[in-house]
């Protein structure tokens, strides 16, 4: 049986509104300019650091933004608004039939991820959560955590994730990497790190297991 190891935010969870609010709450408190929504998220999709994000809007202590979203990212009046891909929960249901299903997050607080799975019903979905701390090499930190997994197989292994820490992770793990577009990076970035398989979100990831029969 294929053991399929899933990101969250990006891949799962729709996090852009959260990302948003975060950044516009910042900008606002350090009497910066707001980029519009679309503009902001262009810009995380393209790659662009968060300190760059922050001197484009007209931040002087880039240093400070960057430290305050570190701060808030997770925290609950900023997780509300998250929201499930449309359909996730029917396609995580139909590929739990035959398949593993372990979480893969890099989180700082166990405590507020464990409330926002119960909170989109999708715990039940997965055999397994593995969760890691949100460090400087975020593909390593995948990488490690999966590797310690006692269902890892590598020849039955797929990395499903929205960014190129995930990509990277598969690649380090020599595991098959599929990469959502429904995330944080755009075509262009995460055709650069090479992945198997790049689909629009995981309502089309049957099928696209499906082109990979010999694999397993």
Known sequence: MRTLYFDLDGTILDVSSRLYSVYLDIVNQLDGEPLPKEVYWQAKREQLSEGTI???SKIDNASKYVQLRKERIELPKYLKHDKLIPRALESLSELKKDNQMVL???RNSTENLYQQLRRFRIEPLFDKVLVGNNGKERWSS????IRSDNLFEPRRAIIVGDSEADILAGKNLNILAIAVLSGIRGRKELLSTHPDCIIND???LRNALDNFPNQF
């Open 202 to 204: 995981i309502t089309q």
């Open 104 to 106: 893969v997050t890099l």
């Open 142 to 145: 995948k990488a490690k955590i």
């Open 54 to 56: 922050a001197k484009r």
